[in-house]
């Protein structure tokens, strides 16, 4: 290996000296500034990420969830209230396209659609629009305006909307709890698991929802280590359950099921059955391990092997 040059490395430093000392530095090598690029990828992402994720589930309950119980509500309102007439039933008629109603003693205007709405309904309409939110030229727009305005102010709705929504969940649950409930989801559930397609994607997201919502704890929780694919390559898995009894008496000793988890996405993985005698626990929370593979490895912690049990 050749020394570095004294006289040369004397020069290289005059140079810095003379940048630094008019305020100019050297410029920084692209490696340098990729570095630089990712750092800040690095620091931004997760944030962003967040950001987006959130506003991807806030949309979709909005889509599925609010939007259709807010038209629902509205229409559900205006039909308990509306009270659109024709000219037929009016006593009277001006150039101004007001009717009288002398029945209900009521006044009506006229709208393009040739059907009439109570005046204090198109004047509460008529005075909260404007040039993008122009006046509805048929009686049940007017109402659905109305109905808006006067009855579903959204500072109100949606915190009553959440309460009832709470009250309804409250009341399925009772309800399926009863004899009588447990009866009609029996029969609800024969009937959809025998439609073909339907019924896989049901049974799917059931036996999801019972493995979040169930109100039994998982008896086995705890972190694995296990060599898989091969001898030699060693993986975390989270233990699910006991195997199957005629898996153990195939085997010739008690296994377990694991779900060893993949980078970056540990919800997603494979559902293996392992020997317990192939199983060394690690001593990590279930967040610890969760950490390390969203992480890809990054995030590690101190820990033991026990041997297996």
């Known amino acids: ?27 920084e090598s692209p490696h340098h500034f990729r570095k630089a690029v990712f750092r800040g990828l690095g620091v931004l992402l997760p944030p962003l990420l967040t950001v987006v994720i959130l506003f991807w589930i806030g949309g979709t309950v909005a889509d599925y969830v609010i939007k259709p119980f807010y038209y629902g509500t509205r229409s559900l309102i205006v039909y308990s209230i509306a009270d659109i007439v024709l ?6 008629t001006d150039k101004d396209d007001i ?5 209900k003693k009521r006044d009506y205007r006229r709208l393009p659609d040739a059907t ?10 008529s005075n909260n629009s404007s040039a993008k939110s122009p006046i509805p030229k048929t009686g049940l727009e007017v109402y659905r305006r109305y109905v808006e305005l ?38 609800f559930e024969k009937i ?47 233990v699910t359950g006991e195997g199957f009894p005629s898996m ?36 990590i929370t279930i967040d610890q391990a969760v950490q390390f593979v969203v992480s890809c490895g990054v995030v590690a912690v101190s820990e033991e092997l026990t041997p297996p049990r």
């Open 116 to 125: 009439y709405v109570p005046l204090e309904v198109w004047n509460t309409v």
């Open 87 to 92: 000219e037929k039933k009016l006593t009277a």
């Open 1 to 27: 290996m050749s020394e570095t040059n004294p006289i040369s490395q004397i020069i290289a430093d005059e140079v810095k000296q003379h940048l630094a000392a008019q305020g100019l530095e050297p410029k």
């Open 192 to 238: 959809v698991n025998r439609v073909p397609l339907v019924s896989n994607v049901y049974g799917a997201v059931k036996q999801i929802s019972d493995l979040i919502f169930a109100e039994t704890e998982i008896k086995y929780s705890r972190i694995v280590a296990i060599e898989w694919p091969r001898k030699g390559l060693w993986v975390l898995a989270f």
């Open 150 to 187: 006067k009855y579903m102010n959204p500072a109100v709705f949606l915190p009553v909307s959440i309460v009832v929504f709470i009250l309804i969940l409250y009341l399925v649950g009772k309800f399926i709890a009863a004899e009588v409930g447990r009866f009609i989801r029996i029969r």
């Open 99 to 103: 009717g009288r109603h002398e029945k």
């Open 248 to 283: 153990e008496r195939l085997i010739g000793e008690p296994v377990y099921a694991v779900l060893v988890p993949t980078s970056p996405m540990p919800l997603t993985g494979f559902t293996l059955t392992v020997r317990r005698s192939e199983a060394y626990d690690v001593n």
